[in-house]
């Protein structure tokens, strides 16, 4: 960026949503329909399920024998782009359901009959000109001329089931996109181009961070010795912040009885997402005697919480623990860190008066700001994740879940943060507060959480005897800055595109000799920065100097020392860094200094 | 002890284990024969079935209905004594199965049935005298006159069940101890009662370091605050030892799928040893396609082995990991800290070349011995575990067996350790060597393990491309000093009995302000210790000063700081340790630099 001219800098295109675009959400809707109209003139053997808008664009899913091609994939788009200039009207139509069955009959489409049953009445009924029609509730553009061909495109296929059930038909998905301007498109486009550089699960393997394996399973990370020390850097860093603010660790296994997550009711409100139950034998399984992996830690902090008659002067209580958990998710659905099946939540739960809850909460949040400001996060928002008062997938009292909303809102209120609430996003015990992130490529992740809980204090039955000498009821604040480890990492391996500041830089300088000649001196300065605790590495490899430095930069390690003769004799590293590139020669009792410093302060150096 | 007077230290009396010693083998064998005997003569209802020796002692199981009473021991012991002064001879007869059946019937035992059914001829009886009479191999004692009445003492009923079989008779079992004189009986006596007083369990709890919880599952221990900085100290410390030796850290999932187990051969060799697989239907339980718990770290270290084409420049590899593994232990079988369901192994895992071997083996036992000493842990020897040649429970060729075992016979030559062979307490996959310690109370204990393993690299097909570029199979050294943090901690607390050595104990040093007045100080001095990383408490109770004091004490805090008006007018504070006494009032800034440097020395303070 240093290295860019003046008045090079391309204006930022704002690229909506389509959640958050009207006209975006008719324009792909229609697009998916033109998409499926053209698929049909091409191939009139294909049939067609559903096909709906996504944030980025839309599909559709096909039943057709033979696979769409790649090939396949332009001679549709350009059939698209015929009926598009085609201008054909979108005409919407109501219809009985009989008609709407007879009409499908007609055109022998199984799987619209399916989608009929699950309608409710009126039928509406979408057709694109005379020549294709479709169920549908819309929205779409009033003309197939109001989509410009130069802003859509279609990206790919991939395998699908009807109804997302493996066990029936296997389909065809066609995912494609839709902007309103060709510059919008343009924008997507390099947009995903530079995500697939960023790519952590590309950028994780080359870096050398982690790993999979098929024999130990998807979803299950193996930490390399690089992507162990960053794993380290981070936990030493929060732990030394919550050591500041008063929090308690504490070490608890990974497996409870299946009783215990009955009175957590996680058995009952969260068992398709726990791994299945390990039981001695068919009897035991049938009576539910068996261990569990855990979800969350929350249960087994309550028993260590639980394990004494506990004071109010021993609140709030801040059990901290950086627990590894274990969620089964469809093996589908699992993509790199960002989704797996074990993962290490930098989990606390505090446990406070009524009185506390307030500051407590503000506190949390406090903490959660200052560790997005040291991990360089700045673009983030809040989510108030409260419940759906529709649904009955939740534990406890519509009094506790409106007292702790309105914890969550106070606080919200009190530090002016830019939030936005999501009824139905809450966890099963209490609503939540999240931090959505906006990356450099502004993709929403979702980084920490912090939730109010009236609820595992009454089912767990908690108590602490108060000043005035009467047992009560403690609440808990359940937290997670990081979220999880697997997941933050996977998060700034994108935001970074692989460069890691220096404090967090798995190895942070790089000594290279000119020659071999200065072997025993990039060793013993190696060795100098090492016992300071900076992660050094001295290039013994005997490559050409050019090879080296080119290795060292594909590393991504944020200090190159070049060491020549003259290095040597001045005592001095000639230094290169990627966040600045040349700062020329330094001595090192300098440079050993400013690393520690910036090590210390989490700067860059 | 350095208040003990001259000339009052007691000899140290020695007490032999009764597998070390053909005299009490015959002593308590023939003792259990008089018990069962008084037993049978008291209550004529009982059924005798088998009364062993065992390492402390014997025990006898009884089939009665009425339970034993303390009451009945005291008449039983009486009973014992009366037939040792009747000086009857031990007789052994050798008789046809026959004739054994035949007299088992004449006097109605049908456990001695069973049991006849198992032995080999020839069948041997001793008679006590013409009143009594067992199936029995021997060895006796000539005459129940060898046997001293005042060295013989009945301790505990128990209930045990017929073969160890749940599903069959629950019998009585009595234990008792019998020495060769009463010294030695009071000696016994003694440490029993120190040992009582050590016991981890009842001092984990006293001093809060660990709990269980009957929610969670027995075997499972839940870490305190208190308890977990022991946990990260001993982590902390054996870490910084890693990293001076090259070790590289990583971390690895606490799950992997029955195959990989089946390639490594836990899953035929070590089954019984794991928790049950978590499948997600019966169809996969039948299949065995599913996941489960890991009872040992390798199957993963090998997987980031793998992960790449290794050189030989890479060798020696060492991946370390802080690895939690779970055990299906019995639940009969657990106890504290000592046997558990989930422990952390202070894991590492050595790919090396065959010429390195010997070397690393050695740079192992090194480290370990290094470890027990700043444990101040002295007294041990090397256990060569290695394999029963007749059993068939272990993998690999006896070629691969010879080499290691070769291996673990050098080191322990090279380094002159005192040591001894233990055929059948190999690995399934390799021999051990093994550090067995004796602690204060002389009782065994078995900490670190060092294992050589040529078998995991063929199974797993390992490699690495050798100097001449050909590729070679890596040898394996597993290895951890500590065993298991579990395990090391709760032989720890027993060692100290509770007093950790200062740069060790959770809580470090507690300052106790005389009255209110001095808070303000103590608590800036205990700011100023815990920024230096001491582990500092301020006394703010408001309690008497002897109740703090001795809350203190009860608490094993090493170091204790009383502060009054002199103290804060001088700036020191007045030390007493529990290591040392009274040491006087010392300057703050004294304080402060001798116990940062006690802390990094691991000395006391």
Redo the contacts between chains.
């Keep these: 960026m240093s290295n860019a001219l003046p008045n090079e800098q391309p204006e930022k295109i704002y690229l909506p949503r389509t959640s958050e675009s009207e006209s975006l959400k008719k324009i792909r809707h229609t697009t998916s329909h033109v998409m499926a109209m053209a698929v049909q003139k091409l191939f009139p053997e294909a049939q067609v399920t559903i096909g709906p808008w996504i944030e980025n664009g839309f599909y559709y899913d096909f039943d057709k024998p033979e696979p769409f091609t790649e090939q396949d994939l332009k001679t549709i788009k350009k059939e698209m782009v015929k009926i598009l200039k085609r201008k054909l009207p979108l005409i919407r139509e109501e219809v009985s359901r009989k008609e709407a069955q007879r009409r499908i009959q007609e055109i022998n489409e199984p799987y619209k009959l399916e989608i009929l049953e699950d309608l409710e009445d009126p039928i509406s009924i979408y057709s694109l000109g005379e020549d294709w029609w479709d169920l549908c509730a819309g929205p779409h553009v009033d003309n197939t001329g109001d989509i410009n061909p130069k802003a859509i495109e279609l990206e790919t296929v991939a395998g699908a089931y009807w109804r997302g059930d493996e066990n029936k038909q296997q389909l065809q998905r066609i995912y494609g996109t839709a902007w309103e301007t060709p510059e919008q498109l343009a924008e997507y486009k390099r947009r995903k181009q530079e995500a697939l550089k960023r790519d952590h699960r590309k950028l994780g393997k080359e870096l050398g961070l982690f ?1 999979f ?1 098929d ?3 998807p979803g ?6 690089k ?3 960053l ?2 850097v981070l936990e030493d860093f929060l732990k030394q912040e919550q050591l500041k603010r008063g929090y ?10 299946v ?2 997550f009955k ?1 957590s009711g996680h058995w009952q409100n969260y068992k398709e997402d726990m ?6 034998d068919e009897e035991a399984a049938a009576l539910e005697q ?2 569990v ?1 855990k979800p969350m830690n929350c ?2 902090h309550i ?2 919480y639980k ?1 004494e008659l506990r004071s109010y002067r021993e609140l709030p209580m801040r ?1 901290a623990e950086f627990g ?1 958990v ?1 969620r089964y998710e469809q093996s589908g659905q699992l993509g790199g860190l960002t989704r797996v099946r ?1 993962f290490t939540v930098d989990d606390s739960h505090l446990f406070v008066t009524p009185e506390q809850l307030d500051q407590e909460f503000l506190n949390v949040v406090d903490l959660i700001l200052s560790v997005f400001k040291s991990l360089q996060l700045k673009n983030f928002q809040a989510r108030l994740s409260f419940r759906d008062p529709a649904s009955d997938k939740y534990i406890g009292s519509d009094e506790a879940w409106d007292k702790a909303e309105g914890a969550i809102r106070r606080a919200v209120q009190t530090l002016g943060m830019n939030s936005f609430e999501a009824l139905g996003e809450a966890a099963f015990y209490g609503p939540k507060l999240d931090f959505i992130f906006h990356d450099a490529l502004d993709r929403e992740w979702q980084l920490g959480t912090v939730q109010v809980d009236y609820n595992l204090p009454e089912r767990f039955e908690l108590e602490y005897v108060a000043e005035d000498g009467i047992r009560k009821r403690p609440i808990m604040i359940h937290r997670a800055p990081f979220g999880s480890l697997e997941r933050l990492i996977g998060i700034l391996i994108e935001e970074y595109a692989g460069d890691f500041p220096f404090w967090l830089a798995p190895v942070q300088v790089i000594l290279i000799p000119v020659s071999a000649v200065q072997l025993p001196f990039i060793q013993e300065v190696a060795q100098k920065m090492r016992i300071l605790g900076i992660r050094a590495e001295a290039d013994a490899s005997g490559e050409r100097l050019g090879k080296s430095i080119r290795n060292a930069e594909k590393a991504k390690i944020p200090v190159m020392a070049v060491v020549g003769a003259k290095e040597v004799e001045s005592n001095s590293l000639s230094i290169r860094t990627r966040a600045a590139g040349e700062l020329g020669s330094i001595a090192v009792t300098e440079v050993l200094e400013k690393m520690t410093n910036a090590i210390a302060n989490r700067e860059n150096f």
């Design positions: 790993l394996s024999s130990v399973g299950l990370p193996l930490w390399t010795p992507g162990t020390v794993r380290s308690l660790p504490v070490v608890t296994p990974h497996i409870g009885r009783d215990l009175v791994f299945p139950m390990m039981a001695e068996g261990f992996l249960p087994f028993q260590i394990n059990l590894t274990y074990g």
